[in-house]
């Protein structure tokens, strides 16, 4: 971030793009002082200037240009009057602190369950540094800057959110309130106070915290974190967090490796959530260059670091090593995506691209971060067992969502790809639950379970039914899934149901895949007659040629369509899909369920 101290520039340029890799240039058009650093690319219009050397230089020396600026009435949006963005103006921080601020002994204990204890911090916030601003706070608090303490309510609220299930026995943080929502409400005025949609420090952070405390809330996907998600993306955009600090030189290294930091996180929470939501990322990563965050503890670097250390070594369980491993992941993770949503359908040799550069990203995980079964796992926190989990599962996910694609298109490669892969995710997903019963290595971490692991888990359940659905209609002997397969696939769907009806009182989701995996295992207990003969159009490949231990090989015959376009409800959010359309078509339908309801 710029210091306070800087002189204001009408229009001074933030940095050099690389020429050979990109012909852009980058400007900061700087409005005012609270607004410091609005990133602008090649289509705005001071991007002319670079072309016309003589001129800039003119803009940059002309005391008249210089002066300019203050000589023009600056006209501030009234965005007290547009209700979009909330009634600020029946907001104040002396109003917000004495309702909603609790005992500083509170706060004390909540912040150091926060960064001390098994909560998943995201390390946009540098420990120290936050130290020192909480103790400047409460010297005097009326002077705080609202989205400072947006972020101070954030964290409150995700502790204590963890702590009622940790410790449920607690009394209230403040009488007036007997739930946590109180801090979730203070955090959300504070960002109407604070003008969250203008591009100034510290607006993506708070934006980013608020989306989080969202996602505590439910096992179901947040379409509300996904729209503040896209708004703390687009002041990122902004404040140009997605080019690399080093290339303008304007910040110090702290500042710069914070705000890499703050941008992988944009990345994986607004990848990820679109994902569960079914659709596109805010992101374009072939349009951003910022560098991966080093694998740092806060300890390492503080605003007074003049050289940044190297990255600790990968072979430490850091609390930090996680965030490092699963920013890298990202880049397939999205290209993933980017093909589950396009129209087009990608050619033979694409997919074998693409499903190798999965497995190479698998390859770079470090052995202190690979999945291992829970009893060889006594030993370890439940931080570390759960960041393997999270980790694997992007892997997974990653192959049941490339596969599934190209299963549904009757291509043997890609069926035995996503059902290795679904089978995996949903046996240790069942691995996992086990240990959150009373007695369990997880009891008292229950929390850990998100709406992002969950929904992988649905994803994985649904493409097991998938797999017994093409079992049932195979009109190509090369798709035939053996019977030891098929048996594998039930026992895991019936340990999934008995998991789906348990989590159905806080999931709507597992509520809907419960009731069809109970009608797709209560169909495979009837005698199925002979699938009836489809002629299918032709398509793509059969076998796409991608090494696995157990591919079927090709026969060389026409790919399988048509009944199976219903299942494209998998390319999206699970809650999204027409159930009542679902059932009867796939379910209840002779002619898709050979011997159903016979």
């Known amino acids: 971030m710029q210091s306070d ?38 289509t705005h219009w001071s991007a002319v200037l670079n072309d016309l ?25 009234h965005l007290s009057n547009e209700p979009i963005f909330g009634a600020f103006s029946s907001f104040s921080l002396d109003r917000i602190i004495s309702e909603f601020l609790p005992a500083k002994v509170d706060v004390n204990r909540l912040l150091s369950h926060y960064f001390q204890g098994p909560v998943f911090i995201i390390p946009m916030l540098h420990k120290y540094q936050f130290q020192r601003q909480y103790r400047e706070f409460w010297a005097n608090p009326m002077e705080v800057k609202p989205l400072w303490l947006s972020i101070l309510f954030s964290v409150c609220y995700i502790s204590a959110e963890v702590r009622k299930i940790t410790d449920p026995t ?3 943080l403040k009488e007036s309130f007997t739930e946590n929502s109180f801090l979730h409400t203070a955090a959300g005025q504070c960002l109407v106070l604070g003008e969250y949609n203008r591009p100034q420090k510290l607006a993506v952070e708070a934006l980013a915290m608020y989306a989080q405390s969202k996602h505590v809330q439910t096992l179901d996907p947040s379409r509300e974190a996904g729209v503040i998600l896209s708004m703390a993306v687009r002041n990122a955009y902004h404040l140009g967090y997605h080019r690399d600090p080093d290339i303008s030189g304007r910040f110090t290294v ?27 990322s805010n992101i374009c990563m072939e349009n951003c260059d910022t560098k991966s965050p080093r694998n740092l503890l806060d300890s390492d670097f503080d605003e007074d670091t003049q050289e ?41 040799a694409d997919v074998v691209q693409l499903d190798q550069e999965i497995r190479q990203m698998y390859a770079t995980i470090p ?4 999945v291992r079964d829970m ?68 009891y008292m971490q229950h929390w850990m379970l998100t709406n992002y692991t969950m929904n992988d888990f649905l994803l994985g359940v649904m493409v097991l039914c998938f797999a017994l659905y093409i079992g049932r209609n195979k009109h190509d002997q090369s798709l035939d899934i053996d019977t030891n397969t098929k048996q594998e696939i039930l026992t895991l769907l019936e340990s999934s149901h008995t998991i789906l009806v348990d989590k159905s009182a806080s999931c709507k989701d597992a509520r809907r895949v419960a009731h069809i995996v109970r009608q797709i295992l209560d169909s495979t207990k009837k005698s199925p007659k002979p699938a009836s003969s489809v002629e299918s ?39 999204d899909f027409d159930w009542t359309m679902f059932d009867p078509e796939v379910l209840n339908q002779e002619s898709l369920w050979p011997g159903h309801g016979t």
């Open 5 to 42: 101290g800087q002189s204001a520039n009408w229009l001074s340029e933030v940095a050099q793009d690389d020429a050979e890799s990109h012909n852009q240039v980058i400007h900061s058009v700087q409005d005012d002082q609270s607004n410091p650093a609005s990133y602008v690319g090649s």
């Open 53 to 77: 050397l003589d001129l800039k230089a003119l803009l940059h020396f002309s005391p008249e240009i210089q002066n300019a600026q203050y000589e023009l009435p600056v006209r501030a949006p």
């Open 170 to 172: 607690g009394p209230p």
């Open 254 to 280: 702290f500042e710069g490796e914070m705000r890499r930091r703050c941008w992988a996180i944009c990345k994986q929470m607004d990848l990820m959530t679109s994902f569960e939501l079914g659709l596109p």
């Open 308 to 348: 940044l250390p190297t990255s600790r070594s990968e072979n430490e369980a850091t609390r930090q090593l996680w965030f490092i491993v699963k920013d890298r992941m990202m880049v397939s993770f999205s290209k993933v995506c980017r093909d589950a949503l396009s129209f087009s359908v990608k050619s033979e």
């Open 367 to 370: 052995q202190v971060l690979r």
């Open 375 to 442: 009893s060889e796992s006594v030993t370890e926190s439940p931080f570390i067992i759960f960041t393997r989990i999270y980790v694997e599962f992007i892997y997974l996910k990653c192959q049941c969502v490339l596969h599934r694609r190209y299963m549904a298109r009757g291509n043997a490669s890609s069926t035995t790809c996503c059902i290795n892969a679904g089978k995996r995710l949903v046996s240790q997903f069942i691995d996992i639950s086990k240990e959150f019963s009373p007695g369990g290595q997880l």
């Open 537 to 575: 159009p032709p398509g793509v490949a059969k076998n796409l040629g991608i090494p696995q231990p157990q591919i079927l090989g090709s026969d060389g015959s026409e790919p399988f369509s048509g009944p199976l376009e219903p299942l494209t409800f998998m390319n999206n959010s699970v809650g």
